[in-house]
T-cell receptor, first 113, second 115 residues
Framework: GNSVTQMEGPVTLSEEAFLTINCTYTATGYPSLFWYVQYPGEGLQLLLK?????DKGSNKGFEATYRKETTSFHLEKGSVQVSDSAVYFCALSGNNAGNMLTFGGGTRLMVKP | DADVTQTPRNRITKTGKRIMLECSQT?????MYWYRQDPGLGLRLIYYSFDVKDINKGEISDGYSVSRQAQAKFSLSLESAIPNQTALYFC??????????????FGEGSRLTVL
């Protein structure tokens, strides 16, 4: 079946540091890939997505590239801010009925001033 | 106002009690979902519904039931709550058919504590 593995946190960085959160997946066919973000006290919201190999999703300075050869979708940001502190979830939408999402375990990011 | 609204936002209850979590949406989406979030485990799907007459079990449906009262309303019930059902519960919606992009729209969550 489908699965998503992402690095365990928490990840603690200083403001303006470079961020990478690793995500790898197992799926049959050609899934779509997503990063969701959960700010404190809120529900998840879509951060970015990519629907086919070599696509790059980007939003709010975050980027992730769909790498089919390494089955990865790592999240990166060149310069994090305190306001980026949140939990980040990698997810895939497989070729199952209804495009159901499979989520990774989440990675908590803490950015210190 | 939020597009996906969950009530209650927080609830503390005792073992054996019946609990209902309610979800309503103004997005006009056909599909609704209930997820459970536990630390380190991400989100796990409890039940989902693709329209008013459609109910499907997710990966962890044991101990839960749902009701789709209308297109906009989807409630989750714990008939006899137990401590390991202590978690953060999320309702979500998505579009259907050709409009479905895989994106889910989440409520703000309902934190349930079972003592």
């Amino acid at each position: 079946g489908n699965s998503v593995t992402q690095m365990e946190g928490p990840v603690t960085l200083s403001e303006e540091a470079f961020l990478t959160i690793n995500c790898t997946y197992t799926a049959t066919g050609y899934p779509s890939l997503f990063w969701y973000v959960q700010y404190p006290g809120e529900g998840l919201q879509l951060l970015l997505k990519a629907t086919k190999a070599d696509d790059k999703g980007s939003n709010k300075g975050f980027e992730a590239t769909y790498r089919k050869e390494t089955t990865s979708f790592h999240l990166e940001k060149g310069s994090v801010q305190v306001s980026d502190s949140a939990v980040y979830f990698c997810a895939l939408s497989g070729n199952n009925a209804g495009n159901m999402l499979t989520f990774g375990g989440g990675t908590r990011l803490m950015v210190k001033p | 106002d939020a597009d996906v609204t969950q009530t209650p936002r927080n609830r503390i209850t005792k073992t054996g009690k019946r609990i209902m979590l309610e979800c309503s949406q103004t997005k006009g989406h056909d599909r609704m979902y209930w997820y459970r979030q536990d630390p380190g485990l991400g989100l796990r799907l409890i039940y989902y519904s693709f329209d008013v007459k459609d109910i499907n079990k997710g990966e962890i449906s044991d101990g839960y039931s749902v009701s789709r009262q209308a297109q906009a309303k989807f409630s989750l019930s714990l008939e006899s709550a137990i401590p390991n059902q202590t978690a953060l519960y999320f309702c979500a919606t998505s579009d259907s058919g050709l409009r479905n992009t895989g994106e889910l729209f989440f409520g703000e969550g309902s934190r349930l504590t079972v003592l």
